[in-house]
């Protein structure tokens, strides 16, 4: 069965009054994120030996050689949860995230600087992630291109940032730390965090 491009669980205009427009979300859900499910098919439809398997299996058993397959199975992985961590009610973080959070990050300016720091210190493209990482504690970390925790290692995915220049260059053109403080501030879908933190 071939895997399929996700439904956006808001209107692309929702977005638009919160820093991300319609003509970006057009882009890169739908031309973006898109290549990559395109390409992802093409591969395993050549390879009996992805047949079969699910999304993340696919991200886990090409990781450590990395090239097309990962980029395109990690990029399309990585963009089903970012959809997912936008909000047209977002920016608001909810009291057991918050307590989690202020537990084993400092507080929350602790956490946003530090998010904030992952993604503008990512040269090039990549990812900065809030995980929940196999000792129990939050941990920010990063990754470059199409890599992601699942294939690092790192712990269970709660808040996802792409901070390719596709995701914000019509929006904040190349100021890649107004867009991170707007997604901390404005876009984060941190509910969605808390669910997948007491899901975890």
Known sequence: MAFELPTLPYAKSALGAKGMCEETLDLHHGKHHQAYVTALNGFVDKDPALQGKSLEDIVKATASAGGPVFNNAGQHWNHILFWQCLSPTGGKIPGALEKKITEDLGSVAAFKDAFKAA???????????????????????????????????????????????HAYYLDFKNVRPNYLQNFLDVLANYEFAEAQLKAA
Not at 134 to 162: F, I, M, Q, R, Y
Request: charged share 15%.
């Open 119 to 165: 993604g503008i210190s990512q040269f090039g493209s990549g990812w900065a992630w809030l995980v929940l990482a196999p000792d129990g504690k939050l941990k920010v970390t990063k990754t470059p291109n199409g890599s992601n925790p699942l294939a690092t290692g790192e712990g269970k995915v709660l808040l996802a940032v792409d901070v390719w220049e």
